[in-house]
């Protein structure tokens, strides 16, 4: 896979994740990723485990505060970044248990968007949208 699409993956992955704390799908959820990241090894499921919990915590402590979940997805995308970096072969597994995640909540993504928008001078633009974004901005000459 190209860098970007695991890129996509993984950000897809950590919006799933964290999507599914607060729904019935969450030991489902838990278990595929302490198994995706334990890679066989004990100590890592144990730590990913905790992991877990913090961030299920976090969110679940702050239902209706979005930049806890913002932040969250951001560090578990960056996990996941790192993890299909490190093993490219678990992007299947990190794919199928997305499938298996969104089946049970019930939840599609429209998966991955792009926009490219331009305005000069004193034009607003309004972008929105959920997950992950980056905005660039630049003068006239400038092309990004």
């Known amino acids: ?10 950000g897809a992955g950590g919006t799933a994740l964290v999507g599914a704390v607060a729904t019935d799908s969450w030991q ?9 990241f334990g890679r066989g090894d ?3 499921a144990a730590a990913v485990e905790g992991r877990l919990e913090r961030t299920r915590s976090l969110v679940e402590a702050a239902p209706q505060d979005e930049r806890v979940r913002l932040e969250q997805q951001a560090a578990w995308t960056a996990r996941l970044e790192d993890l ?6 678990a992007a299947e597994e990190l794919q199928a248990l997305m499938d298996q995640v969104t089946q049970a ?3 599609r993504s429209a998966g991955h968007v792009m926009q490219h928008a331009v305005a000069y001078d004193h034009a607003q633009q309004v972008v929105q ?13 400038v092309q990004a």
């Open 129 to 141: 949208g959920h997950g992950q974004q980056t905005n660039v901005f630049g003068s006239r000459g």
């Open 105 to 107: 909540t019930g939840t």
């Open 84 to 89: 299909l970096n490190d093993h490219p072969e």
């Open 1 to 10: 896979m190209l860098a970007e699409a695991l890129s996509a993956l993984a």
């Open 42 to 44: 004990q100590g890592q």
């Open 28 to 36: 489902l959820a838990k278990r595929g990723f302490v198994q995706l």
